[in-house]
């Protein structure tokens, strides 16, 4: 899924974890060194800017936002956080966190217990005080923090902060310190990264796979491809490997040639970019899956996966694009005497919403090609009813995912496009509303624009987040707004793009909002500002806003 950057790492023929060789590999694919193990070191108390004078936390835990979205169907809907719609347009910035050390902020925050959680892009997490942003505690990993945070039971029964890093490493903090419990490494290949947010439920740690290997195609000699997405199941309170259920149960092996002579291997692909969704009454989880990279295709790309929550066994796909081959191996620009991709990436990089609709159980979908899906997860993913959002394409149509209130489905769409390098100003963005039950359209809000600022887009990328009559949606031009959910009139709009007093006095500025939505928890609203990917802008900020 191109909106997600997919970092040019070393990569590898064999897939250490699986055992899996790959024939006549390893000439053009050398595998580098064994990575080191993930580390994480707690940031002396004394290195702390604004530190927390005297600390208190609750003896009970009241559960805020604890993971990508808000609940195991992945709604991203705050129905009992304390913010009425009423109270939206009365939002005022209530405190300015800069994070250090870093031009760009991707991982969504978390919230509990009266405390807030950011991660940043050198790896270290902060863990704030909710009302004031006084640092409590820091800790940093040996990789850029790259999925959204987790709060929930670890060891001994006690609270710890889970996250998946750059590298393919999953990490369990201590809740109330920032001590590292445990760190391990969810997947060897090379290239794995963790940008999907974990999901927890009974125990256990459930982890989405991406990888970077499309980037490392710009290696003219690179061999494509090895790599295939997975979910990973992990003990939260050891770490310890459950087990590991490839969206391609076939080992990657030689299929071809490029016309330039490089071997073609296959299955590969299938990464998954998003939070896992829980079924606990099917026993059952549901994940979008990205593009295949190589041919021949399978059936489990740019698929919604149902998958056994106890063994990992795949129960069925179901596939929409059934010819969405990349073709990474001929590289961007394409390698002299091969040809260039022929057919659209069209990723499901959005989390599946478990949702009632009208008397049936639905799984509502939002793919990059600008549909919008509801279909019977009893069924095998029949098709229940189809909408389209936006016109879709590479950084197109629904990116990082929508929200329900469990009445109607709120969907922004990107439709990111380019004049050359930069950001068109004029294209993409807007926000619509569709009726769970029949797919209905209610209202849809184009996007105010971008006015003279450049570099600019209002594509509207970021993840979607509602609370009763109300909904959010943050766009690469800078601007946090709220919709009323009734006629899809925005009720308040906060320009992020600018500079910042924070309470920490480290230097910061926001910039485009992306990947990470807002989450509300105990009356405010939290939200990282500065995402510079293709043209965007950078920045360094987490925003506190509050009614009070």
Same mark, same amino acid.
């Given at each position: 899924?191109?909106?997600?950057?997919?970092?040019?790492?070393?990569?590898?023929?064999?897939?250490?974890?699986?055992?899996?060789?790959?024939?006549?590999?390893?000439?053009?694919?050398?595998?580098?060194?064994?990575?080191?193990?993930?580390?994480?070191?707690?940031?002396?108390?004394?290195?702390?800017?604004?530190?927390?004078?005297?600390?208190?936390?609750?003896?009970?835990?009241?559960?805020?936002?604890?993971?990508?979205?808000?609940?195991?169907?992945?709604?991203?809907?705050?129905?009992?956080?304390?913010?009425?719609?009423?109270?939206?347009?009365?939002?005022?910035?209530?405190?300015?966190?800069?994070?250090?050390?870093?031009?760009?902020?991707?991982?969504?925050? %978390?919230?509990?217990?009266?405390?807030?959680?950011?991660?940043?892009?050198? $790896?270290? &997490?902060?863990? =704030? !005080? @909710? #009302? *004031? +942003?006084?640092?409590?505690?820091?800790?940093?990993?040996?990789?850029?923090?790259?999925?959204?945070?987790?709060?929930?039971?670890?060891?001994?029964?006690?609270?710890?902060?889970?996250?998946?890093?750059?590298?393919?490493?999953?990490?369990?903090?201590?809740?109330?310190?920032?001590?590292?419990?445990?760190?391990?490494?969810?997947?060897?290949?090379?290239?794995?990264?963790?940008?999907?947010?974990?999901?927890?439920?009974?125990?256990?740690?459930?982890?989405?796979?991406?990888?970077?290997?499309?980037? %490392?195609?710009?290696?003219?000699?690179?061999?494509?491809?090895?790599?295939? $997405?997975? &979910?990973?199941? =992990? !003990? @939260? #309170? *050891? +770490?310890?490997?459950?087990?590991?259920?490839?969206?391609?149960?076939?080992?990657?092996?030689?299929?071809?040639?490029?016309?330039?002579?490089?071997?073609?291997?296959?299955?590969?692909?299938?990464?998954?970019?998003?939070?896992?969704?829980?079924?606990?009454?099917?026993?059952?989880?549901?994940?979008?899956?990205?593009?295949?990279?190589?041919?021949?295709?399978?059936?489990?790309?740019?698929?919604?996966?149902?998958?056994?929550?106890?063994?990992?066994?795949?129960?069925?796909?179901?596939?929409?694009?059934?010819?969405?081959?990349?073709?990474?191996?001929?590289?961007?620009?394409?390698?002299?005497?091969?040809?260039?991709?022929?057919?659209?990436?069209?990723?499901?990089?959005?989390?599946?919403?478990?949702?009632?609709?009208?008397?049936?159980?639905?799984?509502?979908?939002?793919?990059?090609?600008?549909?919008?899906?509801?279909?019977?997860?009893?069924?095998?993913?029949?098709?229940?009813?189809?909408?389209?959002?936006?016109?879709?394409?590479?950084?197109?149509?629904?990116?990082?995912?929508?929200?329900?209130?469990?009445?109607?489905?709120?969907?922004?769409?990107?439709?990111?496009?380019?004049?050359?390098?930069?950001?068109?100003?004029?294209?993409?963005?807007?926000?619509?509303?569709?009726?769970?039950?029949?797919?209905?359209?209610?209202?849809?809000?184009?996007?105010?624009?971008?006015?003279?600022?450049?570099?600019?887009?209002?594509?509207?990328?970021?993840?979607?987040?509602?609370?009763?009559?109300?909904?959010?949606?943050?766009?690469?031009?800078?601007?946090?707004?709220?919709?009323?959910?009734?006629?899809?009139?925005?009720?308040?709009?906060?320009?992020?793009?600018?500079?910042?007093?924070?309470?920490?006095?480290?230097?910061?500025?926001?910039?485009?909002?992306?990947?990470?939505?807002?989450?509300?928890?105990?009356?405010?609203?939290?939200?990282?500002?500065?995402?510079?990917?293709?043209?965007?802008?950078?920045?360094?900020?987490?925003?506190?806003?509050?009614?009070?």
């Amino acid at each position: 899924m191109n909106l997600h950057p997919r970092c040019t790492l070393l990569c590898a023929a064999a897939l250490i974890a699986a055992a899996i060789a790959v024939p006549q590999a390893c000439a053009q694919n050398a595998a580098p060194p064994a990575p080191a193990p993930p580390t994480a070191t707690p940031v002396p108390a004394d290195q702390l800017s604004n530190r927390c004078v005297k600390p208190k936390l609750p003896e009970q835990f009241k559960v805020d936002w604890i993971g990508w979205g808000g609940n195991p169907g992945n709604w991203r809907f705050a129905r009992f956080q304390g913010l009425s719609a009423a109270a939206v347009p009365g939002l005022k910035l209530r405190w300015a966190f800069g994070i250090p050390n870093v031009k760009i902020v991707r991982s969504q925050v %978390a919230s509990a217990g009266g405390l807030v959680f950011v991660g940043g892009n050198d $790896g270290t &997490v902060y863990s =704030l !005080d @909710a #009302a *004031t +942003g006084c640092t409590v505690w820091a800790t940093t990993a040996s990789k850029p923090v790259r999925s959204g945070l987790v709060i929930a039971i670890g060891e001994r029964r006690r609270l710890a902060v889970f996250f998946g890093d750059a590298a393919g490493n999953v990490y369990a903090l201590d809740f109330g310190t920032g001590t590292p419990v445990w760190a391990t490494r969810a997947d060897d290949h090379p290239n794995a990264t963790i940008t999907g947010t974990p999901a927890f439920y009974e125990g256990r740690l459930y982890v989405p796979v991406s990888s970077g290997e499309e980037g %490392a195609r710009r290696r003219p000699e690179y061999e494509c491809c090895t790599f295939r $997405g997975s &979910v990973v199941a =992990l !003990d @939260a #309170a *050891t +770490g310890k490997k459950i087990w590991q259920s490839y969206m391609a149960t076939e080992t990657p092996a030689v299929v071809g040639k490029t016309k330039d002579g490089h071997n073609i291997l296959a299955p590969s692909g299938m990464a998954i970019w998003s939070a896992p969704t829980i079924d606990a009454d099917k026993k059952r989880i549901y994940v979008g899956t990205g593009d295949n990279y190589s041919d021949p295709p399978t059936k489990t790309s740019d698929a919604v996966v149902a998958l056994d929550l106890r063994t990992g066994k795949i129960l069925w796909s179901r596939q929409f694009d059934k010819d969405d081959v990349y073709k990474i191996d001929c590289g961007d620009p394409p390698r002299a005497a091969c040809e260039p991709p022929t057919n659209p990436e069209f990723d499901l990089g959005a989390s599946p919403i478990l949702v009632d609709a009208g008397r049936k159980r639905a799984l509502i979908l939002g793919q990059k090609s600008g549909l919008v899906y509801a279909v019977d997860p009893g069924a095998e993913g029949k098709l229940l009813w189809h909408a389209r959002a936006g016109a879709g394409g590479l950084l197109g149509g629904v990116q990082w995912g929508p929200a329900t209130d469990a009445t109607n489905v709120y969907v922004a769409v990107s439709d990111l496009a380019f004049q050359g390098r930069t950001p068109d100003p004029t294209k993409g963005g807007g926000i619509v509303a569709y009726r769970l039950s029949d797919g209905r359209q209610l209202w849809r809000t184009p996007p105010p624009g971008c006015g003279d600022r450049r570099p600019c887009s209002p594509a509207q990328s970021q993840a979607v987040t509602a609370i009763p009559g109300a909904v959010f949606s943050g766009s690469i031009d800078g601007h946090l707004r709220a919709y009323d959910t009734r006629d899809g009139k925005i009720i308040w709009d906060f320009d992020t793009a600018r500079n910042f007093d924070t309470v920490n006095k480290v230097p910061a500025h926001g910039g485009s909002l992306d990947v990470g939505g807002p989450i509300v928890a105990g009356g405010m609203v939290f939200v990282t500002s500065g995402y510079p990917g293709f043209g965007a802008m950078p920045g360094n900020v987490l925003l506190a806003f509050s009614a009070k």
